[in-house]
C-alpha cells in the first residue's frame, strides 16, 4: 500500500459547512444554530449512505472546539481542528455502534462522560450506525441522552432511523439529509476530475453520478476506480459502461426496438451479440427494465421532465421520443411487468441463459400478447364479470325496397298493456281495419318500425324509482334466462332476492341477507347474474351491485308470473257435471282431494324453497 494515496472520497473530505454538497437546509440550520450559541445537547444525523452524515458530524464538532469557536468557519490551525481533520481527536469520541452494540460499551461511555474536555470546549461523542444498539445499551445511555454533563454533546448517525428507539429520537434534534442531486455530484465531480488531471467525458461522469444512487461517497470511490483508466485517452461513456458492467444506451436502444417491432430473430441475434460480451443474464434484463421505465416517463411526460426523471442526455431523451411513438403506454406497462416476472424467474433457475432466451422470445410478441380484448377480458375476470368474445364488426343497417308479404284480410285485434322501458323490444298495435288495395303502402312503415326494434334494442334511459313493478319484470326475466323451467329454484330465487333500483348504467340487487348476498357475489354465480342481466338489456356497459337488504330497501316480495288464461266452462255444463256425481262421489272426491291438498303443501314447502336453497348453494338436509 503506498502510504502517501488517499481515496478520493477522503482527500476531497468537506472539512467545513459550505463545503458540503447538498443538504442547504440542515447548513443553514447548523449555521444558524452556531451564529446564536442555541447548540442542543444531542443530534441524530439521518439519511441514505455517503450523504454527508459523518462528515457534517464531524465538522460540527471542529466548529465548536475550534479555538475561535464556536464559529461557522473553524481556523484549520488549532490543535482541535487538526486533530479532527487527522482523525485522532481526544475530545471527540468515534464509535461504531455496528462493533459496539452491547450494554458494556454504553456503560463505558457513561463512565467517561464526566470527564471534562483536553483541549477543546466540549466533549463530542459521535456514534455512527446507532440503530445497531441493543435495547439494553439504548436504555442505559437514555437517562444521559436527556440530561447530559455541561459540556457533553451525543451526535447519532444512522440510516435506519425507525430502528432507533422513539424515547431516543424524542431527546434529540433531527435533521434527515436528502439524496444528493444527480446535477450536483456531476459538478462536484467535474471539478475534482479538473483537479486531479482526469481526462474525462460529461457523459461519463453522468452514469457514475446514476449509478451512486444520490451518495457522493459512492460517485468518489467510483471515479477513484476508473481514473486508473486514465490516461493519454479520454474516459468514455462505454468505459463506465464496461466498468460496470451495464448496457450501452444504444444496446439497449436496438433491443427495445425489435421487441417492439415483434421482431423475435434480430431480438435473439442482439441478445447474442450482449451476452457474449460478458454480460450477466439477470443484469441485462434489469438494464432493459430500467430502459423500459424510462420510455414509459417519455411516454408520459414533457421533454423537460424527462430530462430530470430519466438523467439521460438530450440526444437519447429525443431518441426515446420517436421511439415511444410506435408503440402505446399500456404495452409498455406490460413489457415492464413481463421483465419483472423473468428476473424473479431467473433468480430461482440454475440455467438463466435459457430462460434469458425465452424471456426475449416472449417479450418480441408484444403485437399478440397486448390485444385490447385481452386486456379487456382480464379486467372482467379480475371484477368477476363475463369474459367477452372477440366483438364483430357491425355494420349500419341498410334497408331496400322489399315485397310485402301476404297479409290477411282481417287481422284480429290486440289489446294488450303499454310496455315499460325494461322490456328488449315493443310490439306495434295494430288496428282492426279492412286491408286497402293498396297494400304496400299501409304495411311499410310498421313493417320497418317493427325490424328496427326488433335488431336494434335500445338500452334504457329512464331513471326506475324502487320497488315498482318493471324492477320485478326485470329480475323475473332474469330468473328465466337463469333457471328456465325449473319451479324450485324459480321460487326460490324470486323470495331471496329483488332488483331494488336501475338507472340506466347500474343494477342494485338486494338479497335477503349477508351470507346469500356473499354467495351470489362469488365469481361463477356473478358472472352468470351478469350474462343473465346483459341478454335481457342488449347491452353490458352496466354495473352490478350485489348487497344485503337493508331497511330502506322494500321488502323483498316475490315477482308474479302471468299465469295463462283458464278455459271458462259455460255454467250449463258446469251444472250437467254436477248433477251426473252422486252424493257419496262428492263426498269422496272432495276427502280426496284434502288429502292430496295436504301432501302437496308439505312437499311443496320442502321442494320449492328449501329444496332450492340446498341445490343454489351446495347445502344438504338435516333430519
Same mark, same amino acid.
Given at each position: 500500500?503506498?502510504?502517501?494515496?488517499? =481515496?478520493?472520497?477522503?482527500?476531497?473530505? =468537506?472539512?467545513?459547512?459550505?463545503?458540503?454538497?447538498?443538504?442547504?437546509?440542515?447548513?443553514?440550520?447548523?449555521?444558524?444554530?452556531?451564529?446564536?450559541?442555541?447548540?442542543?445537547?444531542?443530534?441524530?444525523?439521518?439519511?441514505?449512505?455517503?450523504?454527508?452524515?459523518?462528515?457534517?458530524?464531524?465538522?460540527?464538532?471542529?466548529?465548536?472546539?475550534?479555538?475561535?469557536g464556536p464559529t461557522v468557519t473553524p481556523c484549520e490551525k488549532c490543535e482541535s481542528c487538526i486533530s479532527i481533520t487527522n482523525t485522532v481527536p481526544i475530545d471527540v469520541i468515534e464509535m461504531d455502534a455496528a462493533s459496539n452494540r452491547s450494554v458494556d460499551d454504553a456503560r463505558e461511555i457513561l463512565e467517561k462522560v464526566n470527564y471534562a474536555p483536553v483541549h477543546g470546549k466540549y466533549k463530542i461523542y459521535i456514534i455512527d450506525e446507532v440503530h445497531m444498539l441493543t435495547d439494553q445499551a439504548f436504555n442505559a445511555l437514555l437517562k444521559t441522552l436527556e440530561e447530559p454533563p455541561k459540556n457533553v454533546i451525543f451526535i447519532l448517525a444512522t &440510516?435506519?432511523?425507525?430502528?432507533?428507539?422513539?424515547?431516543? @429520537?424524542?431527546?434529540?434534534?433531527?435533521?434527515?439529509?436528502?439524496?444528493?442531486?444527480?446535477?450536483? @455530484?456531476?459538478?462536484?465531480?467535474?471539478?475534482?476530475?479538473?483537479?486531479?488531471?482526469?481526462?474525462? &467525458?460529461?457523459?461519463?461522469?453522468?452514469?457514475?453520478?446514476?449509478?451512486?444512487?444520490?451518495?457522493?461517497?459512492? /460517485?468518489?470511490?467510483?471515479?477513484?476506480?476508473?481514473?486508473?483508466?486514465?490516461?493519454?485517452?479520454?474516459?468514455?461513456?462505454?468505459?463506465?459502461?464496461?466498468?460496470?458492467?451495464?448496457? /450501452?444506451?444504444?444496446?439497449?436502444?436496438?433491443?427495445?426496438?425489435?421487441? @417492439?417491432?415483434?421482431?423475435?430473430?434480430?431480438?435473439?441475434?442482439?441478445?447474442?451479440?450482449?451476452?457474449?460480451?460478458?454480460?450477466?443474464?439477470?443484469?441485462?434484463?434489469?438494464?432493459?427494465?430500467?430502459?423500459?421505465?424510462?420510455?414509459?416517463?417519455?411516454?408520459?411526460?414533457?421533454?423537460?421532465?424527462?430530462?430530470?426523471?430519466?438523467?439521460?442526455?438530450?440526444?437519447?431523451?429525443?431518441?426515446?421520443?420517436?421511439?415511444?411513438?410506435?408503440?402505446?403506454?399500456?404495452?409498455?406497462?406490460?413489457?415492464?411487468?413481463?421483465?419483472?416476472?423473468?428476473?424473479?424467474e431467473m433468480k430461482q433457475t440454475t440455467n438463466q441463459q435459457l430462460w434469458l432466451e425465452v424471456a426475449l422470445i416472449d417479450l418480441a410478441n408484444l403485437a399478440d400478447n397486448t390485444k385490447l380484448e385481452d386486456l379487456e377480458n382480464r379486467l372482467l375476470r379480475l371484477e368477476g364479470g363475463q369474459v367477452q368474445p372477440a366483438r364483430p364488426t357491425v355494420q349500419a343497417p341498410v334497408h331496400h325496397a322489399q315485397p310485402v308479404p301476404h297479409v290477411h284480410e282481417h287481422v284480429q285485434e290486440k289489446h294488450e298493456q303499454p310496455k315499460t322501458v325494461q322490456e328488449n323490444h315493443v310490439e306495434p298495435v295494430v288496428e282492426h281495419k279492412e286491408?286497402?288495395?293498396?297494400?304496400?303502402?299501409?304495411?311499410?312503415? =310498421?313493417?320497418?318500425?317493427?325490424?328496427?326494434?326488433?335488431?336494434?334494442?335500445?338500452?334504457?334511459?329512464?331513471?326506475?324509482?324502487?320497488?315498482?313493478?318493471?324492477?320485478?319484470?326485470?329480475?323475473?326475466?332474469?330468473?328465466?334466462?337463469?333457471?328456465?323451467?325449473?319451479?324450485?329454484?324459480?321460487?326460490?330465487?324470486?323470495?331471496?332476492?329483488?332488483?331494488?333500483?336501475?338507472?340506466?348504467?347500474?343494477?342494485?340487487?338486494?338479497?335477503?341477507?349477508?351470507?346469500?348476498?356473499?354467495?351470489?357475489?362469488?365469481?361463477?354465480?356473478?358472472?352468470?347474474?351478469?350474462?343473465?342481466? /346483459?341478454?335481457?338489456?342488449?347491452?353490458?356497459?352496466?354495473?352490478?351491485?350485489?348487497?344485503?337488504? &337493508?331497511?330502506?330497501?322494500?321488502?323483498?316480495?316475490?315477482?308474479?308470473?302471468?299465469?295463462?288464461?283458464?278455459? @271458462?266452462? =259455460?255454467?250449463? #255444463?258446469?251444472?250437467?257435471?254436477?248433477?251426473?256425481?252422486?252424493?257419496?262421489?262428492?263426498?269422496?272426491?272432495?276427502?280426496?282431494?284434502?288429502?292430496?291438498?295436504?301432501?302437496?303443501?308439505?312437499?311443496?314447502?320442502?321442494?320449492?324453497?328449501? &329444496?332450492?336453497?340446498?341445490?343454489?348453494?351446495?347445502?344438504?338436509?338435516? #333430519?
Amino acid at each position: 500500500m503506498n502510504e502517501g494515496y488517499l =481515496p478520493l472520497y477522503r482527500k476531497y473530505r =468537506p472539512q467545513k459547512l459550505d463545503d458540503i454538497v447538498g443538504q442547504a437546509h440542515i447548513k443553514k440550520a447548523l449555521s444558524n444554530a452556531i451564529k446564536l450559541n442555541k447548540i442542543a445537547h444531542a443530534y441524530l444525523f439521518t439519511g441514505p449512505r455517503g450523504t454527508g452524515k459523518t462528515s457534517t458530524a464531524r465538522i460540527l464538532a471542529k466548529s465548536l472546539n475550534c479555538v475561535n469557536g464556536p464559529t461557522v468557519t473553524p481556523c484549520e490551525k488549532c490543535e482541535s481542528c487538526i486533530s479532527i481533520t487527522n482523525t485522532v481527536p481526544i475530545d471527540v469520541i468515534e464509535m461504531d455502534a455496528a462493533s459496539n452494540r452491547s450494554v458494556d460499551d454504553a456503560r463505558e461511555i457513561l463512565e467517561k462522560v464526566n470527564y471534562a474536555p483536553v483541549h477543546g470546549k466540549y466533549k463530542i461523542y459521535i456514534i455512527d450506525e446507532v440503530h445497531m444498539l441493543t435495547d439494553q445499551a439504548f436504555n442505559a445511555l437514555l437517562k444521559t441522552l436527556e440530561e447530559p454533563p455541561k459540556n457533553v454533546i451525543f451526535i447519532l448517525a444512522t &440510516t435506519e432511523a425507525h430502528k432507533v428507539l422513539p424515547t431516543i @429520537i424524542s431527546r434529540c434534534q433531527r435533521f434527515d439529509f436528502k439524496r444528493i442531486t444527480t446535477e450536483d @455530484i456531476i459538478e462536484h465531480l467535474r471539478k475534482i476530475s479538473d483537479k486531479e488531471g482526469l481526462k474525462i &467525458t460529461d457523459g461519463a461522469l453522468a452514469v457514475i453520478a446514476k449509478s451512486s444512487a444520490g451518495g457522493m461517497r459512492d /460517485s468518489l470511490s467510483l471515479l477513484d476506480q476508473v481514473s486508473s483508466m486514465g490516461g493519454q485517452e479520454e474516459i468514455t461513456e462505454e468505459d463506465i459502461n464496461n466498468l460496470l458492467g451495464r448496457l /450501452s444506451f444504444d444496446s439497449l436502444s436496438k433491443l427495445s426496438d425489435f421487441i @417492439i417491432k415483434s421482431d423475435g430473430a434480430s431480438a435473439i441475434s442482439e441478445l447474442e451479440k450482449i451476452y457474449n460480451d460478458g454480460n450477466e443474464p439477470i443484469q441485462i434484463l434489469t438494464n432493459l427494465l430500467l430502459h423500459f421505465k424510462n420510455m414509459l416517463i417519455v411516454k408520459t411526460c414533457d421533454k423537460k421532465s424527462a430530462l430530470e426523471l430519466t438523467n439521460l442526455s438530450k440526444e437519447q431523451v429525443e431518441s426515446l421520443i420517436k421511439t415511444v411513438e410506435q408503440v402505446e403506454k399500456h404495452q409498455i406497462v406490460f413489457l415492464i411487468n413481463k421483465v419483472s416476472d423473468y428476473i424473479k424467474e431467473m433468480k430461482q433457475t440454475t440455467n438463466q441463459q435459457l430462460w434469458l432466451e425465452v424471456a426475449l422470445i416472449d417479450l418480441a410478441n408484444l403485437a399478440d400478447n397486448t390485444k385490447l380484448e385481452d386486456l379487456e377480458n382480464r379486467l372482467l375476470r379480475l371484477e368477476g364479470g363475463q369474459v367477452q368474445p372477440a366483438r364483430p364488426t357491425v355494420q349500419a343497417p341498410v334497408h331496400h325496397a322489399q315485397p310485402v308479404p301476404h297479409v290477411h284480410e282481417h287481422v284480429q285485434e290486440k289489446h294488450e298493456q303499454p310496455k315499460t322501458v325494461q322490456e328488449n323490444h315493443v310490439e306495434p298495435v295494430v288496428e282492426h281495419k279492412e286491408v286497402s288495395a293498396e297494400p304496400a303502402k299501409v304495411a311499410e312503415a =310498421p313493417t320497418q318500425s317493427v325490424h328496427n326494434e326488433t335488431q336494434q334494442p335500445q338500452p334504457p334511459q329512464q331513471q326506475i324509482s324502487q320497488g315498482g313493478d318493471n324492477l320485478s319484470k326485470l329480475w323475473l326475466d332474469a330468473i328465466n334466462v337463469l333457471v328456465g323451467n325449473d319451479a324450485p329454484k324459480r321460487a326460490a330465487l324470486k323470495g331471496m332476492a329483488g332488483v331494488v333500483e336501475y338507472n340506466g348504467n347500474e343494477i342494485v340487487l338486494a338479497v335477503k341477507n349477508q351470507i346469500f348476498a356473499n354467495r351470489f357475489n362469488e365469481p361463477v354465480r356473478r358472472s352468470k347474474l351478469m350474462s343473465a342481466f /346483459s341478454q335481457i338489456l342488449g347491452k353490458d356497459d352496466f354495473n352490478l351491485v350485489i348487497r344485503a337488504r &337493508t331497511a330502506a330497501d322494500a321488502k323483498i316480495v316475490p315477482p308474479k308470473e302471468e299465469q295463462p288464461k283458464k278455459k @271458462i266452462t =259455460p255454467p250449463h #255444463e258446469v251444472m250437467q257435471k254436477i248433477e251426473e256425481v252422486s252424493d257419496e262421489e262428492k263426498e269422496t272426491v272432495s276427502e280426496h282431494n284434502e288429502a292430496k291438498k295436504n301432501t302437496e303443501n308439505e312437499e311443496h314447502m320442502k321442494s320449492d324453497f328449501a &329444496t332450492s336453497v340446498r341445490n343454489l348453494f351446495d347445502g344438504k338436509f338435516i #333430519e
